[in-house]
Each structure stands twice: as C-alpha cells, then as structure tokens.
C-alpha cells in the first residue's frame, strides 16, 4: 500500500561547525498537497530543500520519499541525481537557467535528464534516440504551453524578462516528470502581475498534473493563496503547522515575524 506522505522527514538536524541549520525538524507532506515552509531569513528553509534534495546531508534523522511508483526510499546519503531520479524536482531561489540556450532547449533538458539515452547518445543521434528525441520536442513544447511560454520558444534565456525566467524554470523541472516539486521562492523579484501569474500555475501544477508541491515564499499573500498548509521555521525549528488560518493566528508566528501583528504585511520578498 502507498503512504499518503509523500515525505516524510523525521527530527532532522543538520549542522555546519558551530551552525545549526535544522534542529531537529519533522513535517509531513501529504500526496498532492501544497504545503508551503515559511520563516525569517536564515530560518533553515533552503537547508530543508537541500536535505530533501541530496545537496547536504543531516547528522541526525529520517527523510523518507514515497513514490506512487516505486515506494519507499530513504534520502539521505542519496546524491543529487540519483534524488531527482526517484522524482523529487526542485527550482533554485537564485535562477539557474542555462543562459545561453533559448526557452525550448532549456525545457529540452529537463525533459532529456529523465531519459534512458541521455546526453551523450543524444549527441551522437542513435536510432533510439531520434524517437526520444522527437517525444522529447513534442513534451517540451507541451510544457511550454503549459506554463505560457509558446510565444517565448527561441529567445536567449538570458533576455528574457524575470518573470518568464522563473516560469521556464518551473517548466523545465517539471520535464524530469517529477511526483513532487520543490519550489524555493518563485515568486522572488516578481511584479505584482507576475506574482498573480505565478500563483495561477502552480495551483495547475497540483490540479491538472496531480503533482504535490512544496513552497518556499516569502510573499504572505502568495503562499496563503495557495497553500493548504504551512510549517513556520525559525532558527531551525518548526515552530508552527497549520492551515493558513491557523497560521495566522499563532501568536509564535507574529513574535518570529520580529513583532509585527500581521504577518501579511511583515514580510515582502527581499
Ligand atoms: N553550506 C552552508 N555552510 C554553512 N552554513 C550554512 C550553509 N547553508 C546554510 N547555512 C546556514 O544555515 C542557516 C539557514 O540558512 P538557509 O539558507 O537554509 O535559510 P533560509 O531560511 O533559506 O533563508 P532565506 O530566506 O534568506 O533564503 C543560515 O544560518 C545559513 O548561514
Ligand atoms: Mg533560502
């Protein structure tokens, strides 16, 4: 039988030297949820994504994947790729685009890294090949669609204006065919429109492609639109869970919101 967590991280606590990242954290994603992590600068958040993703490894504690497909598996120790094999997608808060490809070859390869011949029997175009390669076109041109950018498809990913950048991150990672998506702030630098925009996709993402999604955002308005439930982090620690109502409510979160009465207006991305 399949667990209805989709993670499920148990106490974990990763430290660099003196630094505690993550003070023994548990939360639970379930199976195609929008669960979104919220907290200060510096609270841990990036650390959790990093932990769920094989970039670092905690000392202490359990994090468990659990896929549709495959079951259960264990995180840590894993390396990145083998992490993203498994179907865990990720965006980065700092973009990380190929700059030098337009839209199309950008979402080319996230939707190649999940195929068996991958980039070296891509180059050297076996038969095989030409059949991934042309599903491959036809995937990532759907994703294109999908996330608005068809108008977009030749252009330089480098001139391309902010918020169609973090969109076409979205659309490449989910070309890997991910069960879940780990989002760290897309809607960082956005405008207000692009911020509207964003917040219509990635409730698509969950409804029409079934995908659980993690959020991190510091954008109040965005991430209580859209998530069915939070985790506040502070100084490593989950001090809150709750729907976005509950949140609110949590007297923690106000005081971790350095005092302010209303977290809606504590914090904009910085
Ligand atoms: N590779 C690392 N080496 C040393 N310390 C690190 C490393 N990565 C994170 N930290 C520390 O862990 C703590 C949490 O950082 P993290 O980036 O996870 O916070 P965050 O909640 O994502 O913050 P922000 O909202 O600013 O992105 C910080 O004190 C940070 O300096
Ligand atoms: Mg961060």
């Not at 430290?15 to 954290?25: A, E, I, K, M, Y």
């Not at 506040?232 to 971790?256: H, K, Q």
Request: hydrophobic share 40%; net charge negative.
């Amino acid at each position: 039988m399949t667990s209805d967590l989709i993670f499920d991280v148990q106490n974990v606590t990763l430290r660099f030297g003196g630094v505690t990242s993550l003070s023994s954290v548990t939360l639970q994603h379930r199976r195609g949820e929008i669960l979104a992590v919220i907290g200060p600068n510096g609270a841990g958040k990036t650390s959790l994504f990093n932990s769920l993703t094989g970039v670092y490894q905690p000392q202490e504690g359990t994090i468990t994947f659990n896929s549709a497909s495959r079951g259960a598996t264990s995180i840590i120790g894993k390396m990145p790729h083998s992490v993203a094999r498994l179907g865990i997608a990720r965006t980065f808060q700092a973009s990380r685009l190929f700059n030098a490809l337009t839209t199309f070859e950008n979402i080319k390869v996230g939707v190649e890294s999940g195929q068996k011949t991958g980039p070296i029997g891509a180059m050297l175009k076996l038969p095989r090949t030409r059949h991934e390669e042309n599903a491959s076109d036809e995937r990532a041109l759907e994703l294109l669609e999908f996330v608005g950018l068809e108008h977009r498809l030749n252009t330089m990913a480098d001139s391309l204006p902010y918020g169609d950048r973090r969109r076409l991150e979205i659309a490449r990672a989910l070309g890997t065919n991910p069960e879940v998506l780990l989002l760290d702030e897309p809607a960082a630098g956005t405008n207000p429109a692009e911020k509207s925009e964003l917040t219509n996709l990635i409730r698509k993402i969950g409804r029409e492609f079934g995908i659980s999604v993690l959020l991190i955002e510091h954008d109040m308005r965005l991430v209580m639109a859209l998530a069915e439930r939070l985790y506040v982090l502070n100084f490593g620690s989950v001090i809150a869970e709750g729907t976005p109502d509950e949140i609110r409510a949590n007297p923690a979160v106000i005081d971790a919101y350095l005092g302010s009465t209303d977290p809606d207006t504590a914090k904009e991305s910085h």
